[in-house]
């Protein structure tokens, strides 16, 4: 991929803040090289400038969206989801990654989808994006970070009922979601030797198995294995003494258990600003950490901190994955610019 080339930000559910929090994310960073890939009939006019090519998005000017254009079959209604919308929904993310394996963008940041809504109109047969981008790469082994300025988190298990956990948790789940972020940090965030913490899954990590066994029969095995290897490892450890200022100065990234137990840190210390990126893919993928927002859609309400949290990280990524694998496409291909 072209580290240069303008990162692919996906429309995501048409109904939701999707195309509000592009044209302010836009505002606000008038030099971030983008492209968003959606219906320019779902954005206002004058707002935006059709390009038939990625590369012209620089040709677009500041604060204006350089627009892809992804016809839809129906109109963008906030706040109602249409199902006859899904499969463009879909396709667009596939799009997206299809440029940027083909070097025409150097990232893919997505707004969020609407489940429902893709599952009643495209049979939709994934959890989320996560899935599906692992389906279009092939299905390597992802993870999901979420992460801010002073915490990166790993959740091993992610959208299952916490009842579902400990038979979910095996060893090599957390292996690979271990080895996964370990290769992450080191390929994408630039850390030669990353230092990682890991949490334990019950209260006080099992404390000495009086309250649950997961910690010695599943958790300690996968470090001891992982810490042969020279990986840098803390843990098991108590989760409720992992998150505080000093602690988080001692690690580079805490791999959780479940769901909550990751999230639940990162949305306290930053709710507006936190990203979520797709570990483990042969692309960089970002995604703003917040939902379609249906409530509020269309009311000028959204703030669009984590988007543009999300579009600066991808861009910093792509960079670094450039860097470090030398792998820069040759330049794209100019094409022409249409004033919205």
Not at 34 to 48: C, K, Q
Not at 209 to 235: F, N, S
Not at 274 to 299: C, E, K, M, Q
Request: proline fraction near 11%; include cysteine; hydrophobic fraction near 50%.
């Amino acid at each position: 991929m072209h580290p240069d080339a303008p990162v692919a930000l996906t429309c995501g559910e048409p109904a939701g803040l999707g195309a509000e929090i592009a044209l302010k994310a836009r505002a606000a960073l008038p030099e971030l090289p983008l492209v968003w890939i959606g219906d320019p009939a779902h954005l206002p006019p004058g707002a935006w400038a059709a390009v038939d090519d990625p590369g012209r998005a620089r040709d677009v000017p500041p604060r204006v969206l350089p627009v892809l254009p992804h016809r839809f079959p129906a109109p963008a209604v906030p706040g109602r989801p249409d199902p006859a919308n899904a499969a463009a929904t879909i396709a667009v993310i596939a799009r997206a990654v299809g440029l940027v394996r083909a070097g025409a963008a150097s990232a893919v940041c997505t707004l969020p989808i609407h489940k429902k809504a893709l599952i009643d109109g495209a049979g939709f047969a994934f959890p989320g994006h996560t899935e599906y981008l692992a389906h279009l790469a092939g299905d390597p082994p992802v993870a999901m970070m979420l992460a801010c300025p002073g915490l990166r988190v790993v959740p091993a298990t992610i959208h299952i009922p916490l009842a579902a956990v400990p038979a979910a948790l095996t060893r090599d789940r957390l292996e690979a979601t271990i080895r996964t972020t370990h290769a992450a940090l080191i390929r994408d965030f630039g850390i030669p030797a990353p230092r990682i913490a890991v949490a334990g899954l019950n209260p006080h990590a099992g404390e000495g198995g009086a309250m649950g066994r997961e910690e010695a029969t599943v958790i300690a095995p996968v470090l001891d294995r992982l810490r042969d290897e020279g990986m840098v490892l803390d843990g098991p450890r108590a989760a409720d003494t992992m998150f505080h200022e000093a602690a988080r100065a001692h690690y580079d990234a805490a791999v959780c258990m479940y769901h909550d137990q990751a999230l639940i840190p990162i949305k306290t210390i930053d709710f507006a600003g936190g990203v979520n990126v797709t570990l483990g893919l042969p692309f960089v993928r970002t995604s703003p950490d917040h939902g379609t927002a249906l409530d509020i859609a269309g009311r000028g309400l959204a703030d669009p901190a984590s988007l543009i949290a999300a579009l600066t990280m991808a861009r910093t990524l792509a960079r670094a994955r450039a860097g470090h694998a030398g792998d820069i496409a040759p330049p794209v291909r100019r094409g022409g610019v249409r004033a919205g």
